[in-house]
Each structure stands twice: as C-alpha cells, then as structure tokens.
C-alpha cells in the first residue's frame, strides 16, 4: 500500500510506551496531547514511523523536563 510505513515489530514496547506518555498527558503534561492521541491510533497496528514519533515525544519531553506548564485564564 502506498504511503504506509513498515510495521513496528515490538508492539509490546510500543504500547507501554504510548500508555506511559497518555499517563503524563493526564497527570501533568497536557502540552503533549495532541501528539498523544495521534499514537493513540496506532496502537491496534504499529507503524514504524509511530515509533518515531514516540521517540520524538520522549526526546521533546526530555529537552522541556525544566519548563514549568502555565496556565493562563482569560
């Protein structure tokens, strides 16, 4: 099929990884949660650039851990 990536083998790694960044969109980072719900639709068919972008998350939330989240009402 064109346009699909190849498939993530290790499935088992991919969902503790998408269930440990839905913990944080829930808990404390709900800055992330649009890219959160993205995987969350790879989770019955991982695609290897799913996984890429998991690991992008986790490379953004790494390079943010000092960041504060503000909250602004208006």
Do not use: M
Not at 3 to 23: D, E, Y
Not at 29 to 36: L, P
């Amino acid at each position: 099929e064109k346009g699909k990536s190849k498939p993530f083998t290790n499935k088992s790694h991919f969902h503790l990884s998408t269930g440990r960044i839905l913990w944080l969109v829930r808990n404390t980072r709900s800055d992330i949660y649009f890219e959160s719900s993205v995987l969350s639709a790879f989770n019955t068919d991982p695609e290897h650039a799913a996984w890429l972008l998991v690991k992008e998350v986790v490379k953004f939330l790494k390079s943010t851990r000092d960041r504060p989240l503000t909250l602004y009402v208006q």
